[in-house]
């Protein structure tokens, strides 16, 4: 009874960033990564969580279906994942999600992204018609569970996003950001947190770049920065302090090459570099470049370990939420209510 629902990923506690990267949906997979897990791995109630910290799949699986789920990310990421994949069964499965949509398996503790990429994951599943009665009740139950934990504790208190995690960590590098030049590039939503939060500790010049120059308009007239094109925003680095990257491309925006050219223009000027996306926009070569400091995501992990000592009471208290609700729903998966017997018509 306890293999009926399973999860099988990884996340960033277990993989490293090359390896999340690895095996994150492609673009001709957009709309369809759950079906393309169904057929390729021929199991069913399949839904795909992937975020920038994590790839996960839930799914009921059928015979040899874990097995065949794990031999499939192995091929997928062109090596052995053993030591990186996490697999839960049963009441552990539903658990996790809980956790998951909670906040609480975050390396933001208590980010608020997190339960709106659950959300986007369980209709693109509907929409795919890949989930089944377990997927249903599992993510409609975590998804009213991740908005419980965050009415009734205060974990979601100091930073609260990887947007908010890059904002701090600019603030770290210079303490007055006034006076700074910072080109966002991206205007979706981890780009939209950034530019949020480093507006709210007092950016001065910032522009955000993207390749729709209408979307750039529509974050930078939100929030107070310039809108430029992709190739402006490139120029722009010549003049920069802090570059924040969290496009949708599929390659490297930014490569060494590209770096050491852009170092000799700046004369030796420092340039920081903070990159947000999944699959990564800048080569890891770019941090041999003379005056160009990068940090990927996993770089801010360090960033807000300092926020957690003062939630640790409402992060008890949230974690006491999910036990008991996940406890509930798992006895309602492998239990359920019977159905309502017909009505028999009164004779008059």
Known sequence: MTSEWLVVGLNHSTAPVEIREAISPKPHEAGRINAVVKEAAGQEGVVVVSTCSRFEIYFQPGPGGEKTMVDWLNQRAGRDLSECLHIRRGPEAVSHLFRVAAGLDSWVVGETEILGQCKSAYQNACAEKTVNRFGHLSFQRALMVGKKVRNETRIVGGIASIGGAAAVMARSIFSDLKERVIVVFGAGTMAASSVRHLRSKGAGELFVSNRSLDKAQALAGDLGGKPITLAEGFDRLDQADIAVFSTGADRYLLDGA????????????????????????VDPEVAAADGVYLYDIDDLKGVVQKSLAKREEDLSRAAGIVAAESADCWARLIHPLPAAAPRVPVAA
Do not use: E, K, T, V
């Open 258 to 281: 590209a770096a050491q050219a852009l170092s000799r223009r700046r004369g030796g000027r420092s340039l920081f570099i903070i990159d947000i996306a999944m699959p990564r926009n």
